[in-house]
């Protein structure tokens, strides 16, 4: 019997997938439970435009990433921290301080967790920080640690 999954379902398949299994399994196990509905062409006409629909919507996600990862790669960032008398910092640099500033700065609303760093920040100087924007596209941009 062939059916087209609406959720996953271990050692079957992903949603959307069309798969063949036994008829008493897709009768008395998937079906009832609305885990997957019959392969007729009504039903995978269907699943076909799910997918085009999904597929185009990944591409245009990445699209977007790759323009954003344009801009940023010709901006830099400064970020104000306290540093003691010996060249020190006090605390660290991270990706939330990096984020907050690109709002401030340029107005860009990038999420802290897709941030990180390279290399330790020790003092006031220019460091690399990375952006995954997308599982594809990552950008690098300066970040300007100064004294505040």
Do not use: W
């Not at 629909?53 to 591409?59: E, M, V, Y």
């Not at 984020?99 to 460091?127: C, F, M, P, W």
């Amino acid at each position: 019997m062939k059916v087209i999954l609406q959720a996953d379902v271990k050692k079957v398949g992903a949603k959307g997938d069309v798969v063949e299994v036994s008829d008493g399994y897709g009768r008395n196990y998937l079906l009832p439970r609305k885990l997957a509905v019959e392969a007729n062409v009504a039903n995978l006409n269907t699943a076909k435009v799910r997918a085009e629909n999904k597929a185009r919507k990944a591409q245009q996600e990445a699209d977007e990433a790759k323009l954003l990862g344009a801009q940023l790669e010709k901006i830099s960032v400064k970020v104000p921290v306290r540093i003691g008398k010996d060249g020190k910092l006090f605390g660290s640099v991270s990706g939330s301080d990096v984020a907050k500033a690109l709002k401030e700065s340029h107005s860009l609303n990038v999420d802290k967790r897709k941030i990180s760093i390279q290399g330790d920040v020790t003092g006031a100087g220019v460091y690399d920080a990375v952006i995954k924007l997308h599982p594809e596209v990552t950008t690098k941009i300066k970040v300007e640690v100064v004294k505040s």
